[in-house]
């Protein structure tokens, strides 16, 4: 069973920085690709950005240049860092870990607001 736990979220001015953090249990954290992804209210959730066992990563378009998404194996732990926030960006940020081709886990969600 893995669990995943996301911490880093709250208010933040537009135009500010605010880094996610997601811890995992469990073995073989450092296998499986790793996510975040968003939803803001009356709204599907949505790729944030990935990255996979060997650190590619992937984000969506929206994010790119603003957002870095990293890992740390050794502490079983997934981050995003997120630079020049918008309102647009305010949502619940969840963690997500691809356990295989069906099966996913989440964290319980952080929130981030930006506004002033």
């Known amino acids: 069973q893995v669990q995943l736990v996301e911490s880093g979220g709250g208010l933040v001015q537009p135009g500010g920085s605010l880094r996610l953090s997601c811890a995992a249990s469990?073995?073989?954290?450092?296998?499986?690709?790793m996510g975040w992804y968003r939803q803001a209210p009356g709204k599907q959730r949505e790729l944030v950005a990935t990255?996979?066992?060997?650190?590619?990563?992937n984000y969506a378009d929206s994010m790119k240049g603003r957002f870095t998404i990293s890992r740390d194996n050794a502490k079983n732990t997934v981050y995003l860092q997120m630079n020049s926030l918008k309102p647009e960006d305010t949502a619940a940020y969840y963690c997500?870990?691809?356990?295989?081709?069906?099966?996913?886990?989440w964290g319980q969600g952080t929130q981030v607001t930006v506004s002033s």
């Open positions: 990255i996979t066992s060997g650190g590619r990563t």
């Open positions: 469990g073995r073989l954290f450092s296998i499986y690709p």
């Open positions: 997500n870990l691809k356990y295989s081709f069906s099966v996913d886990y």
